[in-house]
């Protein structure tokens, strides 16, 4: 085990942790030169909708060989929403590679990884990344990454780490801050440093064997896949192995270790290695597996809790069953369930009439489960997301968030407009360039809530927004509405030149003509705050001179086509948001005009 490193990659998101690693990789010739990943970027991030987004969702383990050494490597995202992949695999690593954006700085996300990191006393190599960007701040990065350590660490031994500046792009690492970046091409020194800083794992090999797992995969051959770090004795297949607490027994059919991007089966395996095992269908991550069922449990990775809700439900619409393949309550609650094997930040709570209660760390972290689903073929209604309440002492207690921003100067008005009308509390501003400005803002987290696309369309995608939820207040005032009302599709129909013409009249469209709408439908936004409704399926009456029913008017297109995210984020309360494979259709919860207004007569009695 001399010759093993086990280390884990950690930052803030689109801080470089992928594309460092695409360089080791490559680097390292874990490819032959004329194979097609040597040309790829994003080479651990398999997913689509890791790739469609540039964002790591999944962590996943990956091994390199250098000098003689094998380095396994933990790729960990970077977005807070997916703080639970962090907290459930770092403790497989002895060490940890800190990856700093040089302009940014460290953001909350780095807080949190390196807090995490210390807790499990992990050795820390530093690596500031984009040092060949055009407003790199390096020594007030140090600066900042100095006070950092200084918060965070507990003993002395926290703050004493190597600092190594890199450009990942070029594969470019450097033990001291180059004065031309494109100098060279090598991530050696970066290799160098692992060998000499990160210790081997501790070879405690004549113990009883015992492993924690951190996480699962499936094989359509051999069922469900048990990885994690060996934490004592040896391991050999057929080996009779425990599930600690309840005591369940299986053999051991497989043992993989890691080679590149690829797991290759082994006879053997001991103390320190990271290893997948098949043979149990009921292991769990956070579970022990002990080759004596008397063994203790090792700890489970501690999750912080979630922190949004989104109620989800079989479709109600008059289109349900129309376009998914799984639409019955039952599907989706199997699905759920399953969810909940892997993504261990997930809560699930069934309610009535076939109902369910998903949690999770934030919007995105939500809004990727149901992007999954829906690609899967399962059609769903989802209600407006709400934050989750806590009571302390008697007294609502709300989820406050620490975000941070970068923002080009021409839209610092934008942002000081936006965050005032939201409750939040300007800590800090401050220019870091001649074109940018850093906000630090603290406010509810219910407030966050579709504040993101938001500023993204505001600042025509130049923001950079990150948050951390850094307490617990006192449940504040009500939020205003922000959002105008709704124009709503007063008959079913397929949606006409005519009638989309007379929508734009009063608002903002979010159909085109040939779509099919139904009573109660959200065909529009609304100029005004109120909402009404509009036939957009109203056909021009023809008269003599008239013998074509468009009459001359253009091909009319919808205003806006709508994401997942911005959909979600578009929801009041007393509307749905309709999924299937196909459609995203939003709708009030009470299709009928009738309905709705005995709805509000009654929410106004109570």
Do not use: W
């Given at each position: ?385 709400e934050v989750i309440v806590k009571r302390i002492d008697n007294i609502l207690h709300e989820p406050m968030e620490e975000v941070n921003i970068i923002v080009p100067n021409q839209y610092i008005g934008i942002i000081n407009q936006e965050f005032g009308k939201r409750q939040s509390q300007l800590v800090k501003m401050e220019p870091i360039s001649d074109q940018e400005t850093e906000f630090i803002f603290d406010l509810p987290t219910r407030a966050l809530i579709g504040l993101r696309s938001l500023l993204l369309t505001l600042t025509k995608g130049t923001i950079v927004l990150s948050s951390q939820i850094i307490n617990y207040q006192p ?132």
């Amino acid at each position: 085990m001399n010759n093993t490193r086990n280390i884990a990659v950690i930052a803030h998101v689109d801080h470089g942790k992928t594309t460092l690693i695409d360089a080791l990789l490559k680097q390292t010739h874990v490819f032959r030169d004329n194979q097609k990943e040597m040309s790829r970027e994003q080479i651990l991030d398999s997913n689509d909708l890791e790739r469609e987004r540039g964002i790591t969702i999944m962590a996943k383990n990956c091994a390199i060989l250098y000098k003689g050494t094998k380095i396994n490597i933990i790729d960990t995202p970077g977005h807070a929403d997916f703080s639970g992949e962090v907290e459930r695999t770092l403790g497989m690593a002895e060490g940890a590679l800190l990856i700093v954006d040089a302009q940014e700085g460290p953001m909350p996300q780095t807080r949190f990884v390196l807090k995490k990191a210390f807790e499990l006393n992990l050795k820390i190599i530093v690596l500031i990344n984009k040092i060949d960007k055009k407003y790199a701040r390096v020594p007030i990065t140090i600066t900042r990454l100095s006070d950092l350590f200084l918060d965070l660490a507990t003993t002395e031994d926290q703050i004493d780490f190597p600092t190594l500046y890199s450009v990942a792009k070029c594969g470019s690492v450097f033990t001291h801050l180059p004065k031309n970046a494109s100098q060279t091409n090598t991530v050696q020194p970066l290799l160098e440093t692992i060998l000499s800083h990160i210790p081997a794992p501790k070879m405690e090999i004549n113990k009883p064997f015992k492993m924690l797992v951190s996480s699962l995969d499936y094989d359509n051959h051999l069922g469900k896949i048990a990885i994690g770090k060996i934490y004592q004795g040896q391991l050999s297949l057929n080996q009779q192995l425990y599930i600690i607490p309840n005591g369940q027994s299986f053999p051991v059919e497989n043992i993989f270790t890691y080679n590149g991007l690829d797991r290759q089966p082994v006879s053997t395996a001991m103390a320190g290695d990271i290893v997948a095992i098949a043979g149990s269908s009921t292991v769990a991550i956070g579970c022990t597996i002990a080759g004596n069922k008397q063994e203790i449990s090792l700890p489970a990775p501690i999750v912080e809790p979630p922190t949004l809700q989104i109620t989800i439900a079989a479709n109600t619409s008059p289109f349900s069953g129309h376009e998914g393949l799984f639409s019955t309550s039952r599907q989706l609650e199997e699905r759920l369930t399953r969810e909940l094997e892997n993504n261990i930040g997930l809560k699930l709570e069934k309610l009535d009439k076939g109902r369910f209660k998903v949690s999770g760390r934030g919007e995105l972290h939500l809004s990727i489960l149901l992007e999954t689903m829906r690609r899967q073929g399962y059609e769903m209604e989802i209600g407006k997301p709400e934050v989750i309440v806590k009571r302390i002492d008697n007294i609502l207690h709300e989820p406050m968030e620490e975000v941070n921003i970068i923002v080009p100067n021409q839209y610092i008005g934008i942002i000081n407009q936006e965050f005032g009308k939201r409750q939040s509390q300007l800590v800090k501003m401050e220019p870091i360039s001649d074109q940018e400005t850093e906000f630090i803002f603290d406010l509810p987290t219910r407030a966050l809530i579709g504040l993101r696309s938001l500023l993204l369309t505001l600042t025509k995608g130049t923001i950079v927004l990150s948050s951390q939820i850094i307490n617990y207040q006192p449940l504040k005032a009500k939020l205003p509405k922000l959002r105008k009302g709704v124009i709503i599709a007063a008959v079913a129909g397929k949606v006409t030149e005519y009638g989309l013409k007379n929508l734009k009249g009063r608002g903002i469209s979010l159909v085109k003509p040939g779509d099919e709408v139904y009573q109660g439908m959200v065909v529009g936004q609304n100029a005004k705050d109120d909402d009404i409704e509009v036939n957009v399926a109203k056909e021009k009456h023809l008269t003599n001179h008239r013998s074509k029913s468009h009459d001359g008017i253009a091909k009319l297109a919808s205003d806006i086509e709508m994401s997942l995210e911005q959909s979600i984020d578009f929801l009041e309360k007393d509307e749905l948001l309709e999924i299937t494979p196909k459609s995203l259709r939003l709708r009030k919860r009470y299709l009928t005009g009738v309905d709705r207004r005995r709805a509000l007569s009654q929410s106004e009695r109570v």
